[in-house]
């Protein structure tokens, strides 16, 4: 059974390293079994697995950062989650990014159903606008690997979007330091933030990253975007945890994936915790040599 997505990431993604910090939080991950929800006080009981670095195997009530999300967790769920540690004086618990690995209720359909990246699943052909305003879709890169991640550039997080886009750059710079590897592989960092992401802005944000604002500066790496009807089916598809606040902040999980030359998925990695070196890896063996 495919896992869905009940709260996306505005602090962290969902495989947030345990004991990863940021400036308000430290976070650890959890997995256990729902015991009871409390709507009226946005509680669930957690039977949980021991928490590295925090605390030890045990039953124990937690209070949900997003209350609304307690009606849409039954006893028997098996979930996993970041526990919220503030770093202030008063210190609070909460519980954020969850994930139901496994349905007590079979019968309940969520509102979204999100799709894990497989190996060797194909790859529906969606379609975007790039930075220069052209069309492009994703069949067009058959015959090359593509290497796919979701951002905005208003994120303010600095282990978010601009870590992932950090990251993009480096595996571009090693790329273009073997022409014939370079040749076989396309970045592409899609927004899902249309309303503020114009062709002009992501022309701008990604000169930054690249470093360049040569006419030939985006021939292996495209910032691209779409109508938010497509882009929340590229969001389902690439397991994406996506909403828009009505504050105008988006609330978003992380998401990456390598596909194949054959226009299949070749390796998925979920969260900000794997690293240039290990996608360069999986490039080199997509392409038949060890790197």
Same mark, same amino acid.
């Given at each position: ?23 308000a939080y430290t976070i650890y991950h959890l997995r256990g079994k729902v015991i009871s929800s409390d709507t009226a006080h946005g509680l669930v009981m957690i039977d949980h697995e021991a928490i590295p670095g925090f605390m030890e195997a ?65 790859v529906p052909d969606f379609r975007l606008k790039n930075q220069d305003g052209r069309t492009l879709h994703l069949a067009q890169f058959r015959g090359k690997a593509v290497l796919i991640t979701f951002i905005y550039t208003r994120c303010p ?56 604002? *040569?006419?030939?500066?985006?021939? !292996?790496?495209?910032?691209? =975007?779409?109508?938010?009807? /497509?882009? #929340?089916?590229? +969001?389902? $598809? ?7 606040? *009505?504050?105008?902040?988006?609330? !978003?999980?992380?998401?990456? =994936?390598?596909?194949?030359? /054959?226009? #299949?998925?070749? +390796?998925? $990695? ?13 490039? !080199? ?7």
């Amino acid at each position: 059974m495919a896992s869905f997505c009940l709260a996306g990431c505005h602090s962290t993604p969902v495989d947030a390293p345990t004991g990863q910090t940021d400036a308000a939080y430290t976070i650890y991950h959890l997995r256990g079994k729902v015991i009871s929800s409390d709507t009226a006080h946005g509680l669930v009981m957690i039977d949980h697995e021991a928490i590295p670095g925090f605390m030890e195997a045990m039953t124990m009530p937690y209070q949900l950062k997003d209350p609304g999300i307690a009606s849409e967790l039954h006893p028997g769920d098996v979930i996993t989650a970041d526990v919220l540690v503030s770093k202030t004086s008063e210190q609070t618990v909460l519980l954020d990014h969850i994930v139901v690995v496994a349905q007590a209720k079979p019968d309940y359909k969520p509102a979204v159903q999100y799709h894990v990246p497989q190996p060797g699943d194909a790859v529906p052909d969606f379609r975007l606008k790039n930075q220069d305003g052209r069309t492009l879709h994703l069949a067009q890169f058959r015959g090359k690997a593509v290497l796919i991640t979701f951002i905005y550039t208003r994120c303010p997080l600095p282990n978010f979007c601009p870590l992932v886009t950090r990251n993009f750059a480096a595996i571009n710079r090693q790329l273009a330091s073997d022409p014939g590897l370079y040749a076989k592989v396309h970045l592409l960092s899609v927004s899902f933030d249309p309303d503020h992401d114009t062709p002009e802005r992501l022309r701008d944000y990604g000169e930054g990253y690249i470093g360049s604002d *040569a006419k030939t500066a985006f021939s !292996h790496w495209d910032f691209a =975007t779409g109508p938010k009807a /497509d882009l #929340k089916k590229m +969001a389902e $598809y690439f397991d994406v945890g996506l909403s828009y606040n *009505a504050d105008g902040t988006i609330t !978003h999980t992380l998401s990456t =994936t390598l596909i194949g030359p /054959d226009g #299949k998925v070749a +390796a998925f $990695y979920a969260g900000n915790d794997w690293t240039p070196a290990q996608v360069i890896a999986d490039i !080199h063996k997509l392409n038949g040599n060890a790197g």
